[in-house]
T-cell receptor
Framework: GNSVTQMEGPVTLSEEAFLTINCTYT??????LFWYVQYPGEGLQLLLK?????DKGSNKGFEATYRKETTSFHLEKGSVQVSDSAVYFC???????????FGKGITLSVRP | DAGVIQSPRHEVTEMGQEVTLRCKPI?????LFWYRQTMMRGLELLIY????????DSGMPEDRFSAKMPNASFSTLKIQPSEPRDSAVYFC???????????FGPGTRLTVL
């Protein structure tokens, strides 16, 4: 079956620090990969996605590259802001439907 | 576009009472998903529908939970009777089938006393 593994959290960084959040996956076929973000008190929002190997998804300064050889989709940002404080979920879909498999999520706190 | 609409946003009830959560998906979307989020178990998929038909309900925790989608613009998740361990945030999400991206509603925070 499909599974997503995220690094353990929480993560606390100072503003302007570099961010990496690790994500690895197990899936049948050729999955699409996603990062979702959940700000306090809100639902999840799509942050970025990649649908095939070597694709790079990017949005709001965040990037992630679909690495088939290492089955990874690590999230990076060069300089985090306080407003990036949120919970980040890695997820995938595979097959003919839209069913998402989520990782456990990781809480990021950015201090001024 | 109004996005996915959920009601109520907050619900506080007593153990044993019936609870009904409501969801209106984005117009034109034909897949609908119900999730539950807790600190202990994270985000869990409860059930999803394609074209109003339930496809996978393996995540529904027990018979006390039921979900319906009578038409393309409305779905309910019902818990009867409710128990304190059902306390969680329940999210509804919708998508265009096979398009992968799901759009989430703001959630309903349920507290069962």
């Amino acid at each position: 079956g499909n599974s997503v593994t995220q690094m353990e959290g929480p993560v606390t960084l100072s503003e302007e620090a570099f961010l990496t959040i690790n994500c690895t996956y197990t899936a049948t076929g050729y999955p699409s990969l996603f990062w979702y973000v959940q700000y306090p008190g809100e639902g999840l929002q799509l942050l970025l996605k990649a649908t095939k190997a070597d694709d790079k998804g990017s949005n709001k300064g965040f990037e992630a590259t679909y690495r088939k050889e290492t089955t990874s989709f690590h999230l990076e940002k060069g300089s985090v802001q306080v407003s990036d404080s949120a919970v980040y979920f890695c997820a995938l879909t595979s097959g003919a439907n839209s069913k998402l498999t989520f990782g456990k999520g990781i809480t990021l706190s950015v201090r001024p | 576009d109004a996005g996915v609409i959920q009601s109520p946003r907050h619900e506080v009830t007593e153990m044993g009472q019936e609870v009904t959560l409501r969801c209106k998906p984005i117009s034109g979307h034909n897949s609908l998903f119900w999730y539950r989020q807790t600190m202990m178990r994270g985000l869990e998929l409860l059930i999803y529908f394609n074209n109003n038909v339930p496809i996978d309900d393996s995540g529904m925790p027990e018979d006390r939970f039921s979900a319906k989608m009578p038409n393309a613009s409305f779905s309910t998740l019902k818990i009867q009777p409710s128990e304190p361990r059902d306390s969680a945030v329940y999210f509804c999400a919708s998508s265009v089938m096979d398009r992968n991206e799901q759009f989430f509603g703001p959630g309903t925070r349920l507290t069962v006393l």
